[in-house]
């Protein structure tokens, strides 16, 4: 079976800018997770979705990021504007009724 | 708030050789899932193996096995005749109920030839 797919794979941007990352998960899994894992650190979650609803965004910083999963499939994240702090590797995971999250190959942003 | 702690930030070992990656986490919960994760340098995240709080058996994967000590919060990962592919940094995990997974922040671990 197809894995979680993610795009762009890098980004470099100014800070200030605005960008988007591109989530498609396993075919059937109806939870889906952004992390944001910092160099030298573990992931943290940013935010969790069930279907296309919100499960779990209590560590998303929502006066910059933003993220949806309209049809309970893909899902957009959104940084706007962006700053030095949030370079880091984007991850994507999903899982269906099994407890183990698959995850992508992540999208690793620069900000200059 | 569940943490997981992982004191090690780097280990080498000796292909062909054992080594023991350690883990411990504190939380109240009493029923909950400890894992292994494994981010070679190509960052694809997978689960290496995974432990229910309430079996008592250790699980084991092949050349991976746990020592898992619930009432010492321990959980630590045992990889036997290492090979070059292990290569990698090695997240331990936990979660309970319908809270997120919460992550070590990893030790990576080199295997020598």
């Known amino acids: 079976e197809a894995g979680v797919a993610q795009s762009p794979r890098y980004k470099i941007i100014e800070k200030r800018q605005s960008v988007a990352f591109w989530c498609n998960p396993i075919?059937?899994?109806?939870?889906l997770y952004w992390y944001q894992q910092i160099l030298g650190q573990g992931p943290k979650l940013l935010i969790q979705?069930?279907?296309?609803?919100?499960?779990?965004d209590s560590q998303l910083p929502k006066d910059r990021f933003s993220a949806e999963r309209l049809k309970g499939v893909d899902s957009t994240l959104k940084i706007q504007p962006a700053k030095l702090e949030d370079s880091a590797v984007y991850l994507c995971?999903?899982?269906?009724?099994?407890?183990?999250?698959?995850f992508g190959p992540g999208t690793r942003l620069t900000v200059l | 708030a569940q943490t997981v702690t992982q004191s090690q930030p780097e280990m080498s070992v000796q292909e062909a050789e054992t080594v023991t990656l350690s883990c411990t986490y504190d939380?109240?919960?009493?029923?909950?899932?400890l894992f292994w994760y494994k981010q070679p340098p190509s960052r694809q995240m997978i689960l290496v193996i995974r432990?229910?709080?309430?079996?008592?058996q250790n699980a084991t994967e092949n050349r991976f096995s746990v020592n898992f000590q619930k009432a010492a919060k321990s959980f630590s990962l045992k990889i036997s005749d290492s090979q070059l592919g292990d290569t990698a940094m090695y997240f331990c995990a936990f979660m309970a109920g319908n809270t997120p997974l919460v992550f070590g922040k990893g030790t990576r671990l080199s295997v020598i030839a």
């Open positions: 075919s059937g899994h109806a939870t």
């Open positions: 979705f069930q279907n296309n609803g919100v499960v779990d």
């Open positions: 432990q229910e709080a309430y079996k008592q």
């Open positions: 939380t109240s919960e009493s029923n909950y899932y």
């Open positions: 995971a999903s899982s269906g009724l099994e407890l183990e999250q698959f």
